[in-house]
């Protein structure tokens, strides 16, 4: 939790009881429903919490904008940008059931009113939203594919609406269909911990 502090030391104290609440929630979830690998669970802030604030690195959004969390687990990215951004409207979608269970019982518990996690396919979802979030849940062109109909036409940020997604590795033949317009963003500029090395935060205006 003082890492998260650190990088971001502007957050209220409510921010900050939210925050620190996650670890005592996960914890007990997850002995129950296997959202964390149990061997990852014990790094939940680093690995989960400020990976999925990297994005928060990457844009910080304006009042009234509308956020989907595409495959959002147990609620990540989803959750920690929902604290991080109060006036933000975020909806996480999952198909897994016992998954999304997880994030409304964390949003309860925490008083997280801004964020509706729901039992729902991507294919399924007809809204529309200024930017789509997602944690590596597919590869980039198919993660396009599914979710160019649910991005809104009114902008109403600076940055123009698309998808911003979290991604490790070698990710040439994923970029390649976007080339011209693609940005991305290594995490470590941001994070000094090892595990943020060769770890992206990935735009595609769309």
Same mark, same amino acid.
């Given at each position: ?10 957050? +209220? ?10 670890? =005592? *929630? ?11 690998? %149990? %061997? ?6 680093? #690995? #989960?919490?400020? #990976?999925?604030?990297?994005?928060? %690195? ?12 595409f ?5 990540? /990215?989803?959750?920690?940008? =929902?604290?991080?951004?109060?006036d933000?409207?975020? +909806?996480?979608?999952?198909? +897994? ?18 964020? +509706?996690?729901? #039992?729902? %396919? ?13 944690? =590596?849940?597919?590869?980039?062109p ?17 940055l ?5 997604? *979290?991604?490790?590795g *070698?990710?040439?033949d ?10 991305q ?19 595609? /205006?769309?």
């Amino acid at each position: 939790m003082k890492r998260i502090i650190s990088y971001f030391p502007q957050i +209220t104290s409510q921010q900050q009881e939210q925050f620190v609440a996650l670890d =005592a *929630l996960y914890h007990e979830w997850n002995s129950k429903i296997n959202v964390i690998s %149990r %061997r990852d669970i014990d790094n939940l802030y680093e #690995h #989960h919490v400020l #990976h999925s604030l990297a994005i928060a %690195r990457f844009v910080s959004f304006k009042p009234g904008t509308s956020v989907l969390d595409f495959g959002t687990g147990g609620g990540f /990215p989803g959750i920690p940008l =929902a604290i991080m951004f109060p006036d933000t409207q975020f +909806t996480l979608i999952d198909g +897994t059931g016992k998954k999304i269970r997880v994030a409304e019982e964390v949003c309860r518990a925490i008083g997280l009113n801004n964020c +509706t996690p729901l #039992h729902r %396919r991507g294919e399924e979802e007809k809204g529309r939203y200024d930017f789509v979030v997602s944690r =590596a849940v597919m590869s980039l062109p198919d993660l396009v594919k599914n979710v160019r109909k649910n991005i809104a036409r009114e902008q109403r940020n600076a940055l123009p609406n698309g998808v911003i997604c *979290l991604k490790g590795g *070698l990710m040439d033949d994923e970029l390649a269909p976007f080339r011209s317009v693609v940005r991305q963003k290594e995490l470590s500029q941001w994070f000094t911990e090892k595990w943020f090395k060769e770890k992206y935060v990935v735009y595609v /205006p769309l």
